[in-house]
């Protein structure tokens, strides 16, 4: 599975942006997908999670009400949709498929990353 993680950019404290992360190499179709972020000197954080047939998702508490993930299998897509962005929302953003077990929110238990994509909040 090759992943490819799009949509970061500049944008002020209150404002939004949608990431994209676009599978390809084989269907994500079976999968829990994540979204997890990196800020520098800090450890990769998990920030959202879904199931393989969008029907459960999951959140870090420092997102929760603020973004939304979701995901459309057809199209091989996962997003994250955040609203009321805050400076401390600054980090690299990494999409993870995970095919096997583990805890949803724990980095090892995800088997494939994107690149990651740049997500600046200015205050």
Request: include cysteine; proline fraction near 2%.
């Amino acid at each position: 599975v090759q992943l490819q993680a799009s949509g970061g950019g500049l944008v002020q404290a209150g404002g939004s942006l949608r990431l994209s992360c676009a599978a390809s190499g084989r269907t994500f179709r079976g999968y829990v997908m994540g979204w997890f972020r990196q800020a520098p000197g800090k450890e990769r954080e998990f920030v959202a999670a879904i199931s393989w047939s969008g029907g459960m998702t999951y959140y870090g508490d420092s997102v929760k009400g603020r973004f939304t993930i979701s995901r459309d299998n057809a199209k091989n897509t996962l997003y994250l949709q955040m609203n009321s962005l805050n400076p401390e929302d600054t980090a690299v953003y990494y999409c993870a498929c995970r095919m096997g077990a583990g805890a949803i929110w724990s980095v090892p238990s995800y088997d494939y990353w994107g690149q990651g994509t740049l997500v600046t909040v200015s205050s």
